[in-house]
């Protein structure tokens, strides 16, 4: 079994910051891309921002400049520094891995089960 589980979120006021973290844990043989994405009412999940394995990142436009995604490989952990939040930021975040679980096995997605994150105005 492969858990993600993400920790961090909460309440803030608009223009504070939060950090949120996630590990991986299980049977786990390589850990490819993680990310982080997010779902706000209403709305469809949106990819929030990745890293490689090589630690290339990739932001949506709509956090450039105020998120940073890092991760660290010896501990299959990533996480995302959110500054200078905006009401808009509020959803709910999701951790995601794109992993192998063995040498021989295929690539797949995991997630985890979120984690809320509520910035008010």
């Known amino acids: 079994q492969v858990q993600l589980v993400e920790s961090g979120g909460g309440l803030v006021q608009g223009g504070g910051s939060l950090s949120l973290s996630c590990a991986a844990s299980g049977s786990i043989f390589r850990i490819n891309a993680m990310g982080w994405y997010r779902q706000a009412p209403g709305k469809q999940r949106e990819l929030v921002a990745t890293i490689s394995s090589g630690a290339t990142t990739t932001y949506a436009d709509s956090v450039k400049g105020r998120f940073t995604i890092s991760r660290d490989n010896t501990k299959n952990t990533v996480s995302l520094q959110m500054n200078s939040l905006k009401p808009e930021d509020t959803a709910v975040y999701y951790c995601?891995?794109?992993?192998?679980?063995?040498?021989?096995?295929?690539?797949?997605?995991?997630w985890g089960k979120g984690t809320l994150v509520t910035v008010s105005s």
């Open positions: 995601n891995a794109n992993l192998r679980r063995g040498a021989w096995s295929s690539d797949m997605n995991y």
